[in-house]
């Protein structure tokens, strides 16, 4: 048995490391104690954490989006290109970040894990514009490891000729990650008569501090108010056992969101059967396919796979609110389609039972939380150069 010193954001470690491993996982806080985290005034001081327990034995260091300074062998796992040293504010930052990312190129530095195509092509991009030759040290390193999840059902779900359909958005974002979509379908459903009830499981958070939102919050006040309709049961907050059960008896998980580098809770929902409603952004579609597992709400794209208005450079003007407006209708109307043709099926039973035994496949061949634990506790022991 090996100890793994898993280190960095460890709050996105869970879905990333074995969940029955037959190693010792132990978790890092932030440096120097996990209290009062140096990486606050310097984000440098986070590359550290693996020493705050260099007086107990460990074998391997497992860091999430921080590359670590340390001797041990070690492994990271990343979700986009974050993780990289960039933008130094002096010539100080300058040394240290080339040094630090440089790590990533040192031989214990074993694998570079991304959780997604997304995330491997935006971590290559972002290291071959820099001026070093870290790319070709680099690039034999990437492997992608999608996250992993206990699949919590033996077989595709029944629609049982039901004339009503159940949705459920969880986000705590609830702009970014589509809540204002989901609103204003179930509006829409209500006005048309649609057998649609909506559950929206968030904490509201919206406005400034969110990248794609509209900073002024009352611009959402007219949608929030959405949250009163008789087809719409709206919760702050459940327990995480209390969600995966409504995600369970829910017909589809709609996640109509503007920007998402992964997007866990869908990985969640195909592992439970659950078809699902999410757009094309980032990585969303290497889960999500059109007919198959679900359906793909259709935005426009950049080259980078991101919202072609994410980060608009007019953020604060009145311009942007009506991109974004016009966004959330836009998204509401696509899935207020689909929703109005799957009604129209005659062979909804069967169609239904194909798309939930499309999500299952999806989470048993990707995102099998057995079969990640059996790479994982293998790649561990390579790492530590244990046969």
């Known amino acids: 048995m090996l100890n793994i010193m898993v280190a960095g954001d460890v709050h996105m470690s869970l879905p990333n490391v074995p969940r029955y491993s037959k190693h010792k996982l132990m978790l890092a806080r932030p440096f120097p104690t996990g209290k009062y985290p140096f990486e606050k005034f310097w984000a440098p001081f986070s590359s550290l954490n693996a020493y705050q327990y260099f007086w107990r034995k460990y074998q391997v260091v497992h860091a999430f989006n921080k590359i670590q300074y340390t001797n041990k062998p070690w492994i990271i796992t990343f979700e986009d290109n974050r993780f990289l040293y960039r933008t130094p504010r002096n010539s100080f930052d300058y040394l240290v970040y080339e040094s630090l990312n440089n790590r990533l190129g040192l031989e214990n530095c074993k694998k570079m894990i991304a959780i997604s195509d997304y995330a491997k092509m935006r971590c290559l991009n972002l290291i071959r514009d820099f001026k070093n030759n870290l790319l070709e040290k680099l690039e034999h390193k990437v492997d992608i490891i999608y996250p992993n999840f206990p699949i919590k059902v033996k077989s595709p779900k029944k629609f049982e000729n039901k004339q009503s359909l159940q949705l459920v958005f969880v986000g705590h974002q609830v702009a970014r990650k589509g809540g204002i979509v989901a609103l204003r379908l179930a509006k829409k459903a209500k006005k048309m ?68 580098t992964y997007g866990y809770s869908v990985t969640e929902s195909l592992s439970l059967g659950t078809p ?48 974004l407006n016009n966004t959330y209708e836009y998204l509401a109307n696509q899935a207020l389609q689909l929703i109005m043709e799957f009604f129209e099926r005659t062979d909804r039973g069967e169609h239904y039972e194909s798309l939930s035994a499309g999500a299952l496949a999806q989470a048993l061949n990707f995102n099998n939380a057995e079969k990640q634990n059996q790479l994982f506790d293998q790649l561990y022991a390579e790492v530590a150069g244990v046969k």
């Open 193 to 260: 008569g649609l057998p649609l009830q909506i559950y929206i499981i968030s904490a509201l958070k919206h406005g400034l501090g969110v990248p794609t939102d509209f900073p002024d919050q009352t611009k959402y006040e007219d949608d929030l108010k959405l949250l009163d309709l008789d087809n719409v049961v709206y919760h702050s907050s459940l327990p995480n056992d209390k969600v995966l059960e409504l995600l369970l008896q829910s017909d589809f998980h709609l996640l109509a969101t503007l920007h998402d």
């Open 276 to 323: 699902v409603i999410s757009t094309n952004v980032c990585a969303l579609p290497e889960s999500v396919r059109h007919g198959d597992n679900g359906y793909v709400l259709q935005l426009e794209l950049n080259k980078l796979r991101h919202w072609k208005n994410w980060l608009h450079e007019e953020l604060n003007t009145d311009k942007y609110w009506d991109i």
